[in-house]
């Protein structure tokens, strides 16, 4: 049984997750970049120039981008999955997309511990509905654990990776299943405290696909679905994407823009109206639903502009 965060016991149980927490950002600006990145570089190998030559014969700058443009596609449905995994559990970004998933009815079903509105609504899956946070202090109840890990197991809560959480005042035990290894077992139930009868549950095998997607997308991700097998195959996807950003890093360098530079600006400028409409409202929009990506994009067109002015300030001193 845990009586901590299950998810990620390495982190929320020790004491770097001060630390991890002022990652948050940075990992959510990567994953809001990354599939963006993955199918732009994808553009340019389809719509790019074919091998006509050995690789051998290559010149070194074209072997560098046949090489990186190999490995990025090759990559890229995974490092997609990824970030759109990734964007699904981010601060910012993930407030946005449970939005929009309430709003069309993707909600993950959860159970509700309130008793005074479970007898009000009924028990069993109309009673599905996110929990009010609630900082009452939990009951004395450790007495009536083995109780309530029976009459889990007898609701049909068969998993060993068990979570028992003590109720609050006014609330229910709470009994979840937290094996997210392939078969998903994640069946979460509420208990009354005193009869243990079960007042609320979700069970995985009725929740609709949306939610069963995000689940297994999560756990892939974390590297939990398929054991060991999953692990490696996310250590071999980390291991070539560093190849991959090396490889690009020294594309651009032998091919960086000389000091003074078109900037961004004048470059959306040239854009005929309507493009410069389109990639104007596709911003704004990608920028409202991945706020950290918006954030990121204006600093860029920022130290772009000032960078030119810069460039432009030291063209006529000289």
Known sequence: MAFCNSALPSITCTGIFFWVKRGVFYSELAASWLWIIALGGVFLWATGPRRKRNLAAMPPVQRMRWIHGSIGVSLSVVLILVSITGLTWSKMGGARIDAARTAIGWTTPSVSLDLDRTAATGSGHEAHMAEPVSHAIRED???QLDAVLMASRQ????????EIRLPKPGEAWMVREYDRSWPTQ??????????LQITSRADFAEFT???KLIRWGIDAHMGVLFGVVNQLLMAVVAGATMILIVYGYRIWWTKRPAAGAQPLSEAFNAMSAGARLVWLMLAILLGWAMPVFGISILGFVLADMLRWRLSQRRTSIS
Do not use: E, F, K
Request: net charge negative; hydrophobic share 50%.
């Open 186 to 195: 994640v069946d979460t139930i509420a208990l009354s405290p005193d009869a």
């Open 141 to 143: 109840r450790v007495d």
């Open 209 to 211: 696909l949306i939610p």
């Open 155 to 162: 609701a049909g809560l068969d998993s060993p990776m068990i």
